[in-house]
Nanobody
Framework: QVQLVESGGGLVQAGGSLRLSCAAS????????MGWYRQAPGNQRELVAS??????TNYAASVKGRFTISRDNARKVYLQMDDLKPEDTAVYYC????????WGQGTQVTVSS
């Protein structure tokens, strides 16, 4: 069973940046469209960015122009988050776009105003 481990979250002031990492226990990112999701308290989990095996990206309107998803090999994917806003505060997860794997523990991102 593939395990996903997210890291890189933290507390940052509005306007700051963070780089999240997602590591998989098996090489899956080169053959699956991967996504970064987030879930804020009281909200449903939402997809914020996705990356196809070919390298095509897609972003939620709320993060477009500020977040960048990338991959450096078949087992690591990143989310560069710039110009962070308080509304970006959430737990961030990575997973496939479809047929989800077991969810990792996520990484908390807190943006103060």
């Amino acid at each position: 069973q593939v395990q996903l481990v997210e890291s890189g979250g933290g507390l940052v002031q509005a306007g700051g940046s963070l780089r999240l990492s997602c590591a998989a226990s098996l090489s899956i990112f080169h053959i699956n469209t991967m996504g970064w999701y987030r879930q804020a308290p009281g909200n449903q989990r939402e997809l914020v960015a996705s990356l196809t095996p070919r390298g095509d990206t897609n972003y939620a309107a709320s993060v477009k122009g500020r977040f960048t998803i990338s991959r450096d090999n078949a087992r690591k994917v990143y989310l560069q988050m710039d110009d962070l806003k308080p509304e970006d505060t959430a737990v961030y997860y990575c997973n496939k776009l479809t047929t989800w794997l077991p969810w990792g523990q996520g990484t908390q991102v807190t943006v103060s105003s």
